[in-house]
């Protein structure tokens, strides 16, 4: 079995991106491919790496023309001149990875890691592995990338390739096979949206940070009876309500959305693109044959970005936001001639199968790797015998596959959580769980506090609901293929009163369909077990150990509920709500996840098949039924068995829950 690592970090979402889509494209051409995705930044510095990111985005935002010398500095002095200065934790944490993971392959997607793989083998006539790296940026690409050696470069195109050549990197390492977008871009028969003659004009427009005052521009290009506009705010609450106040007449042309992680499909129904020059958003129109015009650039990265789409004819830049509105004149006049010589240059340049060949590429590297015996892995510890008093016991891979570890309660960024859909995937698959169940918030819009939830872009949306679905059937299907994990679909109906006691929040679990926010609990609650989902008390009773609002109205009128719920949650979190027991009150118990240092705490334990009808049928007649008290041992690296559909697969066992179990006394 071949193995890949993905490096990567979050200094800007296109390195990200590339290892996300990446580590998509290994997974569907080769799925026996053991594929890992790591930020090293993250996991080692934590808490401070944060600070760094926030202090980085700042000065992009705040400060340009700083960062354009801080640009410009990492240019000619680098980590790799340095010898890893001040890198000695990531430097130790890497080759802790490299000697435990053996890959066949690493994979970089951020500057920083080469010139650290090349410390860490500097005393070794070769590496036990292949090494490749993606360069995210176009032509302007800084030496950090190409100062330390790689067996492969992987630029986005070719003058790309040209700049890395003319620095000095041999031209058969350099591979022009495009930027890692979305496979979802490679789909076939996916043909971005045709322009008819009197049809409309239909503009994707991109709010960044410091284009705000947008508004007169967005009029402007209203002007034009044609033009149909799309415009999204990411997390901007305030600026969405503002933008849908201001063009609330004009509703059937206008569509303001907040943070939506369907970009791939609105370029593709778009007709131009109309935001600032990052790298992704760059290659995700190029790979959707989306002219774009660009009107914000940070200097450095960016510039080249911008530079690409003017030099092969694939937009306009705009030096000033409100040239924007000409620059779309112009593009649409005489039946369209320039915005069809764009179209015509993306269909040449165009490559929505990168991510693909890029792949294939990995794979035949892993076929040239070297031998990892001469490089003996540093000794592991030992596990403690669960005999041992006082050191709690130990569930392996294999013991969870008796009792399904399970978290039904759990939160992305659709609504107040940390991580992306995808995110929670490969935070829970790698720690033996069996089955979560992802449950966004949905605040109902008849109540004050709804309507103030929905403008808070802390919640789902109406209009996401859709695509929220997708996602997670999309998802639903990886995480089973990846980690034999059940994915379940759910959502978190918010009924929130001005008080405690008139307050209430439903978990359905495994849903099949939306249900509409504004409906009365027993309607929703209905309309869960028309489609066979579960309907579940949360945090029904009052919080003791943690922060929340406290949610009673379930709790307090139980005698009419009770017999319509499924369960109740008996442990929220690090919270046990005795009286549910005491009531002897079917129940499971969740974390309530919204951030990773969330995974510490209570979760359920089924011994039944792992099947989503058998795991609600599990919980409904609340036999066989305990929760765990979850946390991490700290004895990595460790290796266990993770069952998938038809096989079994080694993979590193990251976490080993202890187990503190409550057995059901309904059963």
Partial sequence: ???????????????????????????????????????????????????????????????????????????????????????????????????????DCVVSTYPAYAPIIRELF?????????????????????????????????????????????????????????????PQFATP????????????????????????????????????????????????????AELQDRFRERGDRVQVLGWTNQMPALMLSHHVLIG????????????????????????????????????????????????????????????????????????????????????????????????WSKFAPAPLQALPDANTPGVPAIVDGNAARRSLLCDFHIHSNYSDGKLTVPELVDFYGPRGFDCICVTDHLADPRRVIGKLSNLSNLVLSESQLEEYFEVLDRERRRAWRKYGMLVLAGIEFNKDGLTKKSSAHLLGIDMQMPIASALDLPETIAQLHAQGALAVASHPHVFKSEWGKNTLYLWENQDEFAPLLDAWEIANRNDIFAPVGLKRLPFIANSDFHKPKHIYSWKTLLQCEKQPDAIKDCIRRNEHVSITLYREGGLLPVTTRIGRPAELVDKPARALPAVAMLQAVNG
């Fill in 122 to 182: 500097r005393d070794h006539s070769e590496k036990p592995f292949r090494l490749v790296t993606i360069v995210t940026d176009s032509i302007s690409v800084n030496a950090a990338w190409h100062r330390a050696p790689s067996d492969v470069f992987v630029v986005p195109n070719q003058p790309t390739a040209t700049v890395l050549h003319a620095a000095g990197v041999p031209g058969e390492r350099i591979h022009a096979l495009g930027f890692p977008v979305s």
């Fill in 276 to 371: 600032k020059a990052g790298g992704a958003v760059v290659q995700e129109a190029i790979a959707a044959r989306c002219p774009m015009v660009i009107n914000q650039i940070i200097p450095g990265q960016e510039t080249g970005n911008a530079q690409l789409i003017q030099q092969l004819g694939l937009g306009m830049v705009a030096e000033r936001n409100r040239e924007v509105p000409g620059i779309i004149e112009d593009a649409f006049a005489k039946k369209a001639r320039l915005w069809h010589e764009w179209r015509a240059n993306l269909l040449k340049h165009s490559r929505p199968a990168a991510a693909l060949r890029i792949a294939e590429l990995v794979l035949a590297q892993c076929d040239d790797a070297g031998d």
């Fill in 1 to 103: 079995m071949k193995k890949v690592l993905i490096l990567t970090a979050g200094f800007g979402e296109g390195h990200n991106a590339a290892a996300r889509n990446l580590r998509d494209a290994l997974e569907l051409i080769s799925p026996d491919t053991q594929v890992e995705v790591l930020d090293l930044f993250e996991s080692t510095y934590g808490r401070l790496n944060s600070l760094v990111k926030q202090a980085h985005l700042g000065v992009v935002r705040y400060a340009p023309t700083l960062w354009r010398g801080i640009y410009s500095l990492l240019d000619h002095v680098s980590v790799a001149d340095s010898g890893v200065t001040g890198l000695t934790r990531l430097r130790t944490a890497l080759g802790d990875v490299l000697r435990v993971a053996q890959p």
């Fill in 189 to 240: 028969g996916l043909v971005p949206f045709p322009l008819e003659d009197d049809g409309p004009i239909k503009l994707l427009y991109v709010v960044n940070h410091g284009k705000k005052k947008c508004g007169k521009v967005l009029d402007r290009l209203l002007e034009n009876e044609r033009v149909h506009l799309t415009i999204t705010t990411g997390r901007d609450a305030e600026l969405k």
